[in-house]
């Protein structure tokens, strides 16, 4: 428990992937444009693999930028350290 990444099972993949489009899609139809930018969905996943979201945070967390300072996702994407702000900007420059 606590503000840091974890790494969940890869068969968690397609619901947790399908939380995060749900939160978009009803954040968009309930206050157009829906949440514009990072997201952090703060679940607990049970013994029996259950996922249950107790938090949505529209906003970069804590244990994703400040608390950690970077991440094995953006190392291995990126091939340097960095934190979530940068990643972000990286990413939208890309665009």
């Known amino acids: 428990m606590g503000n840091i990444p974890l790494t969940v099972r890869e068969s968690l993949l397609p619901e947790l992937l399908k939380m995060g489009d749900n939160v978009q899609k009803t954040a968009k139809e ?5 949440i514009i930018g990072p ?5 607990v996943v049970t013994d029996s693999l259950e996922i ?4 949505i945070s529209a906003r970069i967390v804590a244990g994703t930028n400040v608390g950690i300072g970077t991440s094995p996702c953006a190392y291995l994407k990126y091939g340097e350290k ?3 702000g940068r990643r972000i900007a990286l990413e939208i420059k890309k665009l």
């Open 30 to 34: 309930l206050a157009p444009p829906g």
């Open 82 to 84: 960095m934190y979530a």
């Open 39 to 43: 997201f952090c969905l703060e679940i």
């Open 52 to 55: 249950y979201t107790f938090e």
